[in-house]
């Protein structure tokens, strides 16, 4: 991460990381996504577990090499996949109220020392359509990461009953990824847009911990490297191997 990178997520809580997918990946990507959905169905919204399990590139996103640099700074050596799904929205698919924050649940929080950023469960979320300001999908109220007054937040902001100025929603490009830590409060906006969200979201645990029930069945995926299954290994401490370690 750079300097700047860091100053952002300490700041906002969530940084965009800009083109981590090329054109190949989101076409090839899209096309599967295509399969799963039909353009003509009559849904205005789809969400569903395991998209790494939907074919090799969705495989790759595990641990693409574009986001790891980041999860090793942020979440330490010993990061896991937590679990995954997927969030496709047409226009005027509702979305979901304002949530997270530090302390929620006992494993999302942000801590900062010595020089050192280390996040409990957080989203890395890969975009295969872009976003408008005012199109909807990921919003957040940038900095409550670290705030004291979470439960100052009026339940009707939470719930979308009254606009605030203070709730942001980020303009993302196809092909972008969002790292957002769970200790931000953050949710999803009514899709306003023409085209269709496309959002994967990836989620990451430190290696101690867990968030999901269920492990991963690694049985259920083909030709995995051997550093995607040091990610998909249950929570652990003793005698753990560091995730990036070299092949």
Same mark, same amino acid.
């Given at each position: 991460?750079? &300097?700047?990178?860091?100053?952002?997520?300490?700041?906002?809580?969530?940084?965009?990381?800009?083109? %981590?997918?090329?054109?190949?990946?989101?076409?090839?990507?899209?096309?599967?996504?295509?399969?799963?959905? &039909?353009?003509?169905?009559?849904?205005?919204?789809?969400?569903?577990?395991?998209? !790494?399990?939907?074919?090799?590139?969705?495989?790759?996103?595990?641990?693409?090499?574009?986001?790891?640099? /980041?999860?090793?700074?942020? @979440?330490?050596?010993?990061?896991?996949?937590?679990?995954? /799904?997927?969030?496709?929205?047409?226009?005027?698919?509702?979305?979901?109220?304002?949530?997270?924050?530090?302390?929620?649940?006992?494993?999302?929080?942000?801590?900062? $020392?010595?020089?050192?950023?280390?996040?409990?469960?957080? *989203?890395?979320?890969?975009?295969?359509?872009?976003?408008?300001?005012?199109?909807?999908?990921? +919003?957040?109220? &940038?900095?409550?990461?670290?705030?004291?007054?979470?439960?100052?937040?009026?339940?009707? *902001?939470?719930?979308?009953?009254?606009? #605030?100025?203070?709730?942001?929603?980020?303009?993302?490009?196809?092909?972008?990824?969002?790292?957002?830590? +769970?200790?931000?409060?953050?949710?999803?906006?009514?899709?306003?847009?023409?085209? +269709?969200? $496309?959002?994967? @979201?990836?989620?990451?645990?430190?290696?101690? !911990? #867990?968030?999901?029930?269920?492990?991963?069945?690694?049985?259920?995926?083909?030709?995995?490297?051997?550093?995607? @299954?040091? @990610?998909?290994?249950?929570?652990? %401490?003793?005698?753990?191997? $560091?995730?990036?370690?070299? +092949?």
């Amino acid at each position: 991460m750079t &300097p700047e990178e860091k100053f952002l997520l300490d700041l906002n809580g969530y940084l965009i990381i800009k083109g %981590v997918l090329n054109s190949d990946e989101i076409e090839d990507m899209n096309r599967t996504c295509d399969e799963k959905y &039909p353009p003509h169905s009559s849904e205005n919204g789809y969400r569903t577990d395991n998209v !790494s399990q939907w074919g090799p590139m969705f495989q790759k996103l595990i641990d693409h090499p574009g986001i790891t640099p /980041y999860l090793e700074e942020l @979440l330490g050596p010993y990061f896991r996949l937590d679990h995954d /799904y997927c969030i496709f929205m047409r226009e005027g698919c509702g979305g979901g109220d304002l949530h997270g924050g530090e302390g929620h649940e006992g494993d999302h929080w942000y801590k900062y $020392r010595d020089g050192i950023i280390r996040n409990g469960l957080s *989203v890395v979320t890969f975009f295969l359509s872009g976003a408008e300001a005012g199109d909807g999908g990921f +919003e957040c109220i &940038p900095g409550t990461h670290k705030s004291n007054f979470i439960s100052s937040i009026p339940s009707e *902001v939470k719930r979308h009953e009254r606009q #605030a100025d203070y709730v942001i929603q980020p303009k993302v490009e196809a092909g972008d990824a969002l790292f957002f830590t +769970e200790a931000l409060i953050h949710g999803t906006k009514t899709w306003a847009g023409k085209h +269709e969200r $496309r959002a994967l @979201l990836y989620k990451y645990s430190p290696g101690h !911990s #867990a968030w999901s029930q269920k492990y991963y069945d690694t049985s259920k995926y083909s030709g995995l490297t051997d550093q995607q @299954l040091r @990610l998909m290994e249950p929570p652990s %401490v003793g005698s753990r191997k $560091r995730t990036l370690q070299s +092949e």
